[in-house]
């Protein structure tokens, strides 16, 4: 029988069950990573090196997610028939996922950092045994129908996780950058997702601007996104998906819709400047005075770029003392998991 199930169905949720792995393994358990193919989400697990089963794909349209939630549920089962029940699911948030484990009556640990995803958390928060979110949301997810009784909450940020755990192996692309003066990493909006809305930055007018500065890395999150930059020059796009926490020390800003990359270059000491998400994780570290900024003028944004680009070898903050002082999700995560390893 499987001790504990891993389900991926975003990068994170892969670069954060990198983290879980070395840890469950070493206890001793058993593991499946299922994944869902979207959004570079088995790029990155092929990346780290992680087998997986792919289990579904993604929905674009409101239709399409519904029924693509269905056949995954469906395959999960189908899945289970063949190996056996696992002991306990982790997962960061995916419906299906959750729904099966519930009907089966699988105990449920689940890691957030995203109650703006409204949608999945009305769906699934009455569902699970454990939430294991940060400190700065407090118990707010209790609105979403689980009780503040099993919120668990730890002082710190998800991605604290795998920064401590650097890749040997660089990337070929960082040989592209080694004789650019100034080097600006940005992301765009997650615009296919369910919570993407009220974007008001006009991105590649951005882009644009940005790249009359310095050399700009935009990293897609479709491939449609390379067509829409075609014509801006300046602009280096990865041929292939890439750990972005790997690039990052080479970068002198990031500019990004937030989330993740916006996260890990703020933790890093690379200013930051987001241009559509100021949640409160992205409160919560500017509170603890890592370089992290939000404006969604684009004046203001290339204002601000050129401050810190003249800055030259200045720019860049040390945060190992206030990084250091930030807990990690994982030895929560593990314990939780842990209390269902051993039954039978």
């Known amino acids: 029988m499987v001790d504990v199930w891993l389900d991926a169905v975003t990068p994170k949720d892969s670069l954060l069950i990198y983290a879980l792995l070395p840890a469950l393994k070493e206890k001793g358990y058993d593991t499946i990573v299922t994944a869902k193919r979207q959004t570079q989400t088995t790029d990155v697990l092929e990346l780290l090196g992680i087998s997986y089963t792919c289990v579904g794909k993604y929905g674009e349209t409101l239709r399409e997610k519904l029924v693509e939630e269905q056949k995954r549920t469906l395959e999960f089962v189908k899945l289970f028939d063949k190996i056996g029940l696992p002991k306990v699911l982790w997962t960061h948030g995916d419906v299906s996922a959750i729904r099966t484990a519930f009907g089966l009556q699988i105990p449920i640990v689940y890691s957030n950092d995203t109650p703006h995803a409204v949608h999945v958390a009305r769906l699934v928060c009455p569902l699970v ?187 860049k903050m040390n945060t190992r003392r206030i990084f250091e002082k930030l807990e990690s999700p994982m030895p929560i995560t593990i314990c939780y998991l842990e209390k269902y390893c051993h039954r039978k």
């Open 129 to 315: 045994d454990w939430l294991i979110a940060p400190i700065c949301f407090g118990k707010s997810w209790s609105k979403f129908g689980i009780p503040k009784s099993k919120i668990v909450l730890y002082d710190g940020v998800e991605e604290v996780a795998w920064l401590t755990k650097p890749i040997a192996k660089k990337p070929d692309f960082l040989e592209a950058l080694s004789e650019k003066e100034h080097i600006i990493l940005f992301r765009n909006v997650e615009y296919k997702a369910s919570y993407c809305r009220d974007v008001k930055v006009d991105v590649w007018q951005l882009v644009e601007e940005l790249s009359r500065i310095a050399t700009v890395i935009y990293l897609p999150r479709y491939e449609e996104e390379r067509r829409s930059l075609k014509g801006i020059r300046n602009v280096l796009v990865p041929d292939k998906p890439l750990l972005t926490f790997q690039i990052l020390p080479y970068v002198d800003l990031v500019v990004g819709s937030g989330g993740t990359i916006c996260r890990e270059s703020a933790l890093l000491g690379i200013p930051t400047i987001n241009f559509h998400f100021w949640d409160a994780v992205a409160k919560y570290l500017h509170r603890k005075n890592f370089p992290i900024y939000f404006s969604t003028r684009i004046k203001e944004i290339l204002k601000l770029s050129h401050a810190f680009l003249r800055k030259t070898n200045e720019h």
